[in-house]
């Protein structure tokens, strides 16, 4: 249901060769040259309907460069991203078509709660708005289904008309999460979904998500620095670093037997 | 439409004091016809036939410093000055009210410099200018309405940022409105806005009809005749094109509601189908009289006297009744002929 | 009946205005003469010309007169008749280099090519309410001085001297830069005047506007930016005052011709915030009016380096200053409040009893119908 090749995004004025001049094999993803960043580059993957990957590195390594622009939320600076429910490459729509597409198709989750709610809305409001958006007029009907997003996100209903603001982290990222599935779309992206919260707090927005990615079936992207986030959540997993994709395989494979340096490094140091 | 004689007479002074000379005679020698030079009245006639052409839509114009304070109708007079030719017939309303000061400032600035006719009868018009009210009388398609509007978008209500909310309009993302008006609910149990009602025009563009009461916001819709709105301070003009679709925000189970008055009737003229506004009299009571004068006049005269008295039979709703246990049934039929008079006091004339 | 509003139209108005023009000939003393006015109250008829956009002090002597002093609505007189001229020509365009210099001051530097002159001040002055002015007789203080008079210097500008060693950034020059600073001098600018602004605005109508900003407000917000709600703190090149030559095109041989000067104040300020890192120079700021106003150039000049920074401090938003800025425009609207509103209120007073009588029931019953009363669709 969704097909990425070559996803590629460049910050600042690329020379033309940042990507040779990049990358794991050089150790850095600023270019030489010209000093422009490849945050991500020649990213391809495919996403089958109700599958989770994750996408697993360090910071600076692409993953949340490689979100943005799954999320239609930054452009990409080259690469071709195929999705059911658009005819074209997602990476050239037109702001009227990305802003159909967020609201109604693709769900994200941002990790900081300021680009992805209105704190001084209600926590109610900030997820209304999404079916306002998409044409919901009967307030009766709104409430009913805020409500029910509320329960399945376990926010207390009690406290779905008071400011966002006044929310704990945790029901915040609770609420994104409700928002991002407002509209039942067929994508869900997680940037670091659990960053900033206690632990406890960690193991059940984790627990809450997987239950309802399985009940709803929804493709998502989870992207973290954190093993254990996407071991718990992801069937497949990218490793990232320095821009490249350097392992990719089932979560369970690249758990047990890494083959990347890196990635043996990397869980290494988790555990 | 005018010569530049105005214009020649500046051009002709040799000395600040010759153009003074000529400025102090009667009258307003070394203006131009209506005040406005024609590159500007062109400029205002251009803005408004693109706002006609995307109803709704705030179109800029580089408003020019008038004689009256910004803020008190320069939009307005900038766009009636820039139509009115001597032929026309003006009215000027504020707050429904021919006699206000300012209207009459406005109205002697027009005469002055436009030597137009004036009247207070809203059937005699050719052009209205009116600030925060459309009149009671059924407008024609001859008529023009042109609206004062202080504030011109109603997403300011959500976002101070025009720039930003430029960029709403242009994709009709209007979802932060409605959260607004969802909050409302949820806070009050209802829309909580009054006047300056969001309305969608067209199924397109979000428009502040100005701050009409919710009362007149039906008569948008379908009108025969043309709205224009005119805001000099923020220099936008748009336009209610006739027999456009104008529709007031609001839910499904959540209906726009229109002014409601604990007396139903006009303590003047015993109305029960005009917007009334209450009066504290010196004797510490208090009275809901018609706040369209000159129609409770004509009423005063003929209690039986319809809106639409004017229209051959036309009897075209504009305004429901006061009392809301009486129907308002709008009239759904479609073309010139309207069906009968819903609300209306009397026989059609 | 009992009520009337403001109302019963234009008589009234007539004795309205004719009661404001007596309560200038009411006193005892003589006539304020036209010529007093632009003589003797050159700051007012300084500032009605820099806000009113018009450089015409004989005009703004009448209209200081007419307003009895008050600046706002003197500078709205000027505009309400430039409004109605037409437009002749346009002067061409002249380094302020050029300018007369009566007074010119450089903090940025002990000493600065031309020396610094201070002037006609009461900087250092101290500020004792001076009561031989009751009875003033017109004595010239400065009539024993043994000093000739010598014509007014041409003074390079001291922000030159930086300039040439590349220290203040130069917006024409950078590539990055799409809006019309960038594309170089011949570039017509914006008109404020004729064009409506829209955002993000060129810097050439972000000039125009503040030039034409009401004195308060410019120093309020350019002081905001000094008092902690913004991170603009200049330290100024130079301030100077003199007179500006116009110069236009001879309309049939085409040679440029000196035709007259005008009064104005300019600052230039450097702001030690870099634009670049990789190349650190100075952001700067740049302040002209009509007139003597130190302040107001001052301020503007603070509001220009903070509004090319586009930063998160009030005064660094360019919607937010230009929308405020304008004196004409805030004054107007500020006082089109006095205006009958009864329409807008009663539809107020209904909201309010509407959610109130809701509450009340809601007491009883626990979930009222909401009353639909003419929804027409």
Redesign the interface.
Known sequence: MLNVSNATKIYGQSCGECIDHTGPAVGDNQCPVCGSVVACADVDFGLHDGEVLGIVGESGSGKSSLAEILALDSDATAGDVRYDAYDGNLLETD??AR?ELR?EHVGMVHQHVRDGL?LD??G???V???L??AGW????D?RERVEDLFRETEVPVSRM?DATETYSGGMQRRVQIAKAIANDPGLVVLDEPTTGLDVSVQARVLDMFRRLQREQDVATVVVSHDLGVVRLLADRTLVMRHGRVIESGLTDRIMEDPHHEYTQTLINSAI | MTDKCG?AA??EAES?DDL?DSVTDDGLTG??YA???EH?KREVRRATLSAIALPGHQV????????L????G?GGIQTSLSLLGPDDTFKVI?????????A??I??LAARTANVETTTDATEASVIQT???IPEEVLDDDQILVLQV?ITDPLRRVD????AN?RRH??S?Y??M??AL??N??????I?????YPVLVGDRYLMDPS?????DV?KL?DADNLFLFAAG?E??IYAVPPHTEV?PL????????????PEHACG?CGSEDT?????????GGR?YAC?DASFCEKRRADPSLSKAHHRNGDGHTWG?PTD?SVP?E?DGDSGENRGPAGPNRGGDE | ???V??????D??QR?EELFEKQRVVGESDQISVEQVGEQFSRLTAQAMSEGGLY?P??AA?AVKQAQGDTAEAA?LL??Y?????R?GTSVPVETAEVFTTRRVSPAYKDVPGGQVLGATKDYTQRLLDFELIDDDGTDPTGDWDVEAEDPPRLRNVMEVLREDGLVYDPERDPDRDDDASSGAGTEPFDA????????APRSAVLQELARGETGAVTALGYSELRGYGQVHPTLGEVRTGDLPVTIEHPYTGDEVEVTTAAVTETECVVPIYEKSDDPQFSFGYGLVFGRNERKTIGMSILDAAIQLDGEGAAQDA??VLDVVDG??S??????LK??????F??????IR??RE??AA?ADETD?A????????
């Open positions: 702001y009227q802003h609201n209105e809305f209600s109610g409001g900030n209304a708005e999404k306002l958006a007029r009967h307030y009766g709104v008309d | 214009v500046v051009a600040v003074l203006y131009n005040y406005l030079d500007t800029p114009f580089a408003s020019r410093e008038m004689p304070a910004r803020g008190w320069t504020d707050q429904g009210s021919d006699e206000s000061v300012n009459a400032n109205r002697r600030r925060h009210r202080p101070g940022s025009d720039d430029r242009a994709h993302n979802s932060k409605w959260v969802y909050e609910v949820v806070e009050y149990g209802e909580k806005l009054s006047s300056r701050p009409i009461p919710r009362w039906p819709d301070r220099a936008r529709e609001a839910f499904e189970d959540r209906q726009f509601q229109v002014e409601r008055f003047n917007f009334l506004t209450e009066v504290e009299t010196d004797d009275v706040n429901p809301p308002y709008s | 009946m009992g009520y509003a403001v109302e019963a139209g234009e009234v108005i309205a015409a004989r005009l009448i709205f505009r309400a430039r409004s109605t001229l037409e002749w005047t004729r064009e409506p602004i829209t955002f993000p919607e937010f004409i425009d004054f107007g609207f500020i006082e089109h205006l009958p509103h009864y329409v807008t009663q539809s107020i007073l209904d909201r509407s959610i809701r509450s809601a009222p909401p009353q639909e009363v003419g929804a027409d669709d």
